[in-house]
């Protein structure tokens, strides 16, 4: 049977774990698909999965009363998805909406915390590894913040 | 003494350049709610400029403003300008309309490595009105298509009602020889692009960054990231380049409101490679 190991180890967020990690998050690795406009998880709910997007458009939206939902950001192909899985209360921040039919790798987030419990090797790379994406995050959300459009020609 | 005066004078003012032109307005087009196109008749002889150069407007008793010029450049009958109401030249300019005058000089200033960069990937970054001093640039390649290899334009703007010229930007993005990507910094959820700022769009896009040329505009901060992320993704550092809008009175090196160190935007720029620029980007208040 073909595994998602070769797919996941050719990631650039995946690229150079030790091989012993690999085959261990390939474990917890399952292939999904989402229909546009499906909702892949709400504000609140459990967060217990993570995401690489393979193919598609997700919208990470948050709702507000009297203004309806507001889309703000996107995540497309090589994305990864959701990092509340990993930092406590293990609760979703927003809803994740496919855009457009969406294909991905879902990651069991509890098992893998599970692992990254008995395995500090593997959970201080994990923790590496998602401490950039929420830090590149933060540095689009702050420029965004900053309404720079607006400031200037 | 008359004709010393004469003398004088005519040796400090460079010539015709400080003489506005009437221009009549032949069309204007309202873009987005605070940004507007106006389509200008050019002398008998034709009005010729180079993709990133810009004119002084002048509405009299107003003021004068430098504006990047945003039409073809192969259309020698018609000269375009797009603006933004931000300030009291521009909202008196907003209220032109079909039949009015507005005064001109120029053309001013370098231009966009279009020729140069032949043979070459192109990645146009646009931010804002930023869009407007490029889109002479993309005209150009577009009707030179062969000679480049990849286009790609990126796009990022506040909100889906700020996208400026959308419908040419839809007949863009339906060719299969340029690549265009848009990005809103907020939207509703019916709408179905991208969200997120610009630079999230550069890893996206598809260039060969090692044989890539870039031109950059748009505010500042948006152009300081947008070059981070491109060198960050291997594009060289010499070719990048970015329009740099400051302080502009005379528009021809001759009052140094535009001075920055060593540098006069109005006739070393607007364009320059962002090398030659790069300290002025991180120079706090000039
Ligand atoms: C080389 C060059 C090319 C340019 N090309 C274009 C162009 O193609 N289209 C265009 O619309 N503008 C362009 N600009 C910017 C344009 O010149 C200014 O927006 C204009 O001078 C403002 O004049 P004003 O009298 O209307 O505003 P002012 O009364 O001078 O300014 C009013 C207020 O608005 C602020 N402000 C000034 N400019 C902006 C802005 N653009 N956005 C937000 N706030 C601002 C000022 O800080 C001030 O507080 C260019 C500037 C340069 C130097
Ligand atoms: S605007 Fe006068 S020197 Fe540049």
């Known amino acids: ?142 420029l965004r913040l900053l309404d720079m459009y607006d400031s200037n020609p | 003494m008359t004709a010393i005066l004469e003398k004088s004078t005519k040796e400090i003012i460079p010539s015709q350049e400080m003489i506005p032109e009437y221009f009549r307005i032949t069309k204007t087009q309202k873009d987005t709610h605070d940004t507007f196109t106006i389509e200008l008749e050019p002398p008998k002889n034709g009005f010729n400029f180079t993709p990133g150069q810009f004119n002084m407007l002048y509405m009299f008793g107003v003021g004068e403003v430098p504006i990047s010029i945003s039409g073809d450049p192969s259309d020698r009958n018609k000269l375009t300008h797009t603006i933004r109401a931000v300030g009291s030249v521009t909202r008196t300019m907003q209220k032109l309309k079909k039949g009015d005058f507005v005064g001109i000089r120029g053309p001013f200033g370098t231009h966009w490595p279009a020729e140069e960069s032949i043979g070459n990937d192109i990645v146009i970054v646009a931010g804002g009105i930023g869009l407007a001093p490029l889109r002479p640039s993309i005209y150009h390649i577009l009707s030179n298509r062969e000679k480049y290899g990849k286009v790609v334009l990126l796009y990022g703007t506040r909100t889906p009602n700020d996208i400026l010229y959308r419908k040419e930007l839809e007949q863009w993005r339906a060719r299969f020889d340029l690549e265009v990507l848009i990005t809103v910094d907020r939207a509703a959820s019916d709408w179905k692009g991208n969200v997120g700022v610009v630079t999230t769009l550069i890893p996206r896009s598809h260039f060969d960054p090692f044989n890539t040329v870039a031109m950059v505009c748009g505010p500042e901060i948006m152009m300081r990231f947008s070059v981070q992320d491109l060198l960050k993704c291997g594009v060289a550092v010499n070719n990048i380049y970015v329009s740099m809008e400051r302080n502009m009175k005379c528009g021809i090196g001759f009052c140094g409101h535009c001075q920055c160190g060593s540098t006069f935007i109005c006739k070393d720029g607007p364009v320059y490679p962002y090398n030659n620029v790069k300290d002025i980007f991180i120079k706090r208040e000039i």
């Open chain 1, 1 to 142: 049977m073909e595994t998602l190991e070769p797919l996941l180890s050719e990631h650039p967020f995946l690229k150079g774990l030790d091989p012993k990690h690999l085959q261990l998050i390939t474990g917890c690795a399952s292939n999904v698909r989402f229909d546009a406009g499906q909702i892949i998880f709400r504000e609140g709910e459990e967060a217990d999965q993570f995401y690489i997007i393979r193919n598609g458009k997700v919208a990470l939206q948050i709702y507000t009363p009297g203004r309806g939902s507001i889309i703000i950001d996107t995540l497309t192909e090589g994305d990864i998805l959701g990092w509340s899985w990993l930092i406590p209360p293990y609760q979703w921040r927003f809803d994740a909406v496919a855009g457009e039919l969406t294909r991905a790798i879902a990651l069991d987030g509890k098992c893998l915390r599970n692992k990254c419990e008995s395995d500090h090797d593997l959970g201080y790379e994990l923790l590496k590894r998602f401490a950039s994406i929420v830090d590149s995050r933060l540095e689009s959300t702050r």
